[in-house]
């Protein structure tokens, strides 16, 4: 069974800290990607990368950056943590894509943040 | 940039009844995806669409994918209390990058017993 796991279930910061948020796959997955998921809004993909020490932006990057130095781990860092990044962050992983489709995403529980 | 919409964002339906939620795009789709995340879960993958018109079964859950391939809905029939939760459609546009989806907003349903 695939495993996605995030270091922390629940972590309270304060404005101006860096936080670094990591995930672990052992599925030998390709690709990773780091989501937030806030009430109406659904999830939202933030970065994702398809290999080592590749990255593409998604839809809401600012603010945020990413680092993956092994196929096993991506991490998430808020560079300057602010009130408005407090929410549900989701890591997920998957294979590449074959032909027209893509492979499933497999969740971890998800880190939920708060900045005060 | 590209969005995909999904309606009703919550539906409470007694036990037994049927459910449906819909995803609405307004550029084509090359695939679209399915989850499921219970209450305090995270999303779980139901399935995959890829051909135009097509239509996929499970026990109770029917997925249809629109013609144009810019509509989808997910159908339950004769819902159950384990049918608790929110439910995601995930779709990839021909013109972003290979692995990107983009998530609907969800639709949460509860049943009432």
């Known amino acids: 069974d695939v495993k996605v796991t995030q270091s922390s279930r629940y972590l309270v910061k304060r404005t101006g800290e860096k936080v670094f948020l990591e995930c672990v796959q052992d599925?030998?997955?390709?690709?990773m990607f780091w989501y937030r998921q806030d009430p109406g809004l659904g999830l939202r993909l933030i970065y994702f990368?398809?290999?080592?020490?590749?990255?593409e932006k998604g839809d809401i990057p600012e603010g945020y950056s990413v680092s993956r130095e092994k196929k096993e781990r991506f991490s998430l860092i808020l560079e300057s943590a602010s009130t408005n990044q407090t929410s549900m962050y989701l890591c997920?992983?998957?294979?590449?894509?074959?032909?027209?489709?893509?492979?499933?995403?497999?969740f971890g529980d998800g880190t939920r943040l708060s900045i005060l | 940039g590209q969005q995909v919409m999904q309606i009703p964002q919550y539906q409470h339906v007694q036990e037994g009844e049927d459910f449906t939620t819909y995803c609405n795009s307004s550029?084509?789709?090359?695939?679209i995806q399915w989850y499921k995340q219970r209450p305090g879960g995270h999303p779980v993958f139901l399935i995959q669409?890829?051909?135009?018109?097509e239509v996929k079964k499970q026990k109770r859950l029917t997925f249809q994918f629109g013609e144009a391939k810019k509509n989808s809905s997910l159908h339950i029939t004769a819902t159950q209390t384990t049918d608790v939760g929110t439910y995601f459609c995930a779709g990839r546009f021909y013109n972003f990058g290979n692995e990107k989806l983009t998530f609907g907003t969800g639709t949460r349903l509860t049943i009432i017993p």
């Open positions: 550029t084509t789709l090359s695939n």
């Open positions: 990368s398809y290999d080592v020490k590749m990255k």
């Open positions: 599925m030998d997955h390709e690709n």
């Open positions: 997920a992983s998957s294979f590449p894509r074959t032909g027209n489709q893509n492979q499933p995403q497999h």
């Open positions: 669409l890829v051909k135009s018109g």
